[in-house]
C-alpha cells in the first residue's frame, strides 16, 4: 500500500517537474531566438579601436586638468569609475571653485561637488559603455554628434574634424561653456559659436597639453609621426578615443553566457526577458548591438533642474535639429551596465531602475502633479500629450512584471 | 572780506554736501531701489517673454516643416504672443535708468533662468543619494 502511495506521489512529482522544466526550456527558447533576433551580438564583435596604440597613454589626458582651459576639470571628474562612469547626481556638477578641492589634491565628485556649489550643467552624465564599439555612431542625450546611417551631424557642419564620430565627440565638451570651460576674458571674446573662434580655444588647450603632459604628448607624437609642437587637439582626442573604447568596450555578461548556454537564468531574469521582449514592448526601442536603436523618442521623464532651455525646460533633440517632431525627444539609452549608472533620464530625475522603467509604462506615479507650479504642470502636460508614440507601444506592467524585467536588465552588467 | 570768505565756504560746502548726498543718490540709493522694487517683476516678464520668443520659435519652424492653415495661424498667434516682450522691454529700460547696469540685469535674468536648480540639490537631500 504505501508503496503504491510511494510510487504515485513520486510519479506525481516527476510529472510536474518534468512540466515545469519543458516550460522553463519553452522560455529559454522563446528568448534567445528573440535577443538574437533584436540585432545582440556577442562583446568580442563589439570592440574596434583603429588608435589601439595609444590608447593607454589616452588615460593620462582623459584624467588631466589641462584638457580645461580655466576650469580645474578633467573627463574623469564626471566620469567617475564608482558611479559606473557617471557622476552618480542627477544634474552633471561641472566647473567649480578652488573649494572643490579637497586636502591632497584630489577632486570633490558626486554628490559632494554637487552640494558643494559647483556650477550644475542640466543634463544627466551619460555613461560610457560601448562607446565607439562597432556601430555606436550617435552620441549625447540630443544626438549631437551623428555618423549613423551615412549622416554626419555634428557642430562642425560640413567640416568635422575627424571620421571618426568619438572623435568629434570627444571635441565639445572641452569648449562648452561651464561643462568644461569657464567664462574669462579670452573665452567671452570667442563666444560666437564659430567653428574658426572655437580654432583659437582648441590650440590653446593643445598648448595647454603639451606644456604640463610633456610624456603622453611626447608618445602621442611619435605614434602619429609628428613634433610636439605640431600637435594639435584632434590627435589628443584620438588618444582619448582610443583609451575609452579600450577601457569601458562591452564585456561578456550573465546574458552572453546564456546566449552560449554557459549559465541559465533564473526565473526572475527569464520572466523578465520575456516582459522585454514582449508584451513590455522594450525591445521596440531598445533593441540592437546595444540595446539602443539610436533613435530619438518622447519618454515622459519628471524634468529636474533649469532644463537645457532654462525655466525649466528641456527640448532635446529639437535643439539640435529645428524639427518640432523631435520637441522633447531623447536618445534611447543603451543598456550595458545600466544597474550601475544612477539616477535615470536626461536631467536624473527618477533614481531607480523600477522608476525608470515606471516613466515608460505609468508616468504619472512619478509626479506628485501637486507639488509643480502652473508652468511646470503644462510643460509636463505638454510632454504627456506628445507621447503618445511610446504609450502605444508598451503594455501597463504590475510592481512584479517590472521587477522581473529589473533582474533582466541586470544580467546586461559587467 | 572775511564774511565774503565765509559765504563762500558755505555756498560750496553746501553745494558739495547736496552733489554728494545726490550722487549717492543716483549710484547707490536708486539702484538698490530699482532692485528691491522691481527685481521680482523683471525675472517674471523676463520668463514671460522669453516663452513667448521660444513659442513663436517653435511655431515658425513648424510652418517652415509642415505649412498649412494650422500651422500658419498658429505662427500669426505667436507673433501676437511677442508682444508680452513690450513690457520686460520697459521694465529693463527704466531699471538701466535708475542705475543698474546690464551685467546686474543679466544676472537677475541668469537667476530666473536657474531658479530650479536648487530642486536639485533639494532631490539629492531628499532621496539620500549616498555612495
Known amino acids: ?414 | 572780506m572775511r564774511k565774503k570768505f565765509i559765504a563762500g565756504m558755505l555756498i560750496l560746502n553746501v553745494s558739495g554736501a547736496v552733489s554728494c548726498i545726490g550722487l549717492c543718490g543716483k549710484f547707490v540709493v536708486m539702484p538698490y531701489l530699482a532692485e528691491r522694487q522691481y527685481k521680482e517683476q523683471y525675472k517674471g516678464l523676463m520668463f514671460g517673454c522669453d516663452y513667448s520668443m521660444r513659442e513663436h520659435l517653435i511655431a515658425k519652424n513648424r510652418f517652415r516643416l509642415q505649412p498649412s492653415t494650422a500651422s500658419e495661424q498658429q505662427l500669426e498667434s505667436a507673433e501676437v504672443g511677442l508682444t508680452a516682450c513690450h513690457d520686460y522691454d520697459r521694465l529693463r529700460k527704466k531699471m538701466l535708468s535708475m542705475g543698474l547696469s546690464s551685467d546686474e540685469l543679466a544676472r537677475f535674468g541668469l537667476e530666473a533662468i536657474e531658479e530650479k536648480a536648487s530642486d536639485v540639490q533639494a532631490f539629492v537631500r531628499d532621496h539620500e543619494f549616498r555612495y
Open chain 1, 1 to 414: 500500500m504505501n508503496l503504491g502511495i510511494d510510487k504515485y506521489l513520486a510519479f506525481s512529482v516527476l510529472l510536474c517537474t518534468s512540466g515545469v522544466s519543458v516550460g522553463q526550456a519553452s522560455f529559454e527558447k522563446i528568448l534567445m531566438t528573440q535577443i538574437a533576433a533584436s540585432g545582440w551580438r556577442p562583446s568580442a564583435e563589439l570592440y574596434r579601436n583603429p588608435d589601439e596604440g595609444i590608447s593607454e597613454v589616452g588615460r593620462k589626458i582623459f584624467e588631466s586638468e589641462s584638457l580645461s582651459l580655466n576650469g580645474n576639470i578633467s573627463c574623469r571628474t564626471c566620469h567617475q569609475d564608482k558611479f559606473g562612469t557617471s557622476d552618480g547626481i542627477p544634474n552633471a556638477a561641472a566647473t567649480g571653485e578652488g573649494r572643490l578641492a579637497v586636502h591632497g589634491g584630489g577632486r570633490i565628485v558626486g554628490p559632494d561637488r554637487l552640494m558643494a556649489g559647483a556650477k550644475l550643467l542640466p543634463r544627466h552624465v551619460l555613461p560610457f559603455w560601448g562607446r565607439g564599439g562597432v556601430g555606436f555612431e550617435t552620441f549625447f542625450w540630443e544626438g549631437k554628434v551623428d555618423f549613423s546611417e551615412g549622416k554626419e551631424i555634428s557642430q562642425f557642419g560640413a567640416h568635422p574634424p575627424s571620421e571618426d564620430a568619438l572623435v568629434v565627440a570627444v571635441h565639445l565638451p572641452v569648449v562648452e561653456i561651464r561643462e568644461m570651460l569657464n567664462e574669462d576674458e579670452f573665452v567671452t571674446a570667442r563666444k560666437k559659436e564659430s567653428v574658426e573662434q572655437a580654432k583659437e580655444v582648441y590650440a590653446k588647450i593643445s598648448s595647454s597639453l603639451q606644456r604640463d603632459e610633456p610624456q603622453a604628448s611626447q608618445a602621442i607624437a611619435g605614434y602619429l609621426n609628428k613634433s610636439v609642437g605640431q600637435l594639435q587637439y584632434t590627435d589628443y582626442a584620438r588618444a582619448v578615443a582610443a583609451f575609452i573604447r579600450s577601457e569601458f568596450r562591452v564585456k561578456p555578461t550573465k546574458l552572453e553566457h546564456f546566449m552560449s548556454g554557459k549559465e541559465t537564468l533564473s526565473q526572475d531574469e527569464l520572466r523578465g526577458g520575456i516582459i522585454f521582449y514582449g508584451r513590455g514592448g522594450c525591445v521596440l526601442c531598445h533593441s540592437g548591438a546595444y540595446f539602443s536603436d539610436f533613435k530619438f523618442h518622447l519618454i515622459p521623464f519628471p524634468q529636474l533642474g533649469f532644463g537645457k532651455n532654462g525655466f525649466g525646460v528641456d527640448y532635446g533633440r529639437y535643439n539640435t535639429t529645428f524639427d518640432t517632431n523631435d520637441l522633447y525627444k531623447f536618445r534611447t539609452p543603451p543598456l550595458y551596465n545600466v544597474e550601475k549608472t544612477s539616477p535615470y533620464g536626461h536631467s536624473g530625475s527618477v533614481k531607480t531602475m523600477e522608476g525608470a522603467i515606471l516613466a515608460h509604462t505609468d508616468p504619472l506615479r512619478l509626479v506628485d502633479l501637486r507639488s509643480l507650479d502652473g508652468y511646470s504642470r503644462h510643460e509636463y502636460y505638454t510632454r504627456l500629450s506628445q507621447s503618445g508614440e511610446v504609450g502605444q507601444k508598451v503594455s501597463y506592467l504590475s510592481d512584479a512584471d517590472v521587477s522581473q524585467v529589473v533582474a533582466f536588465l541586470r544580467t546586461l552588467s559587467f
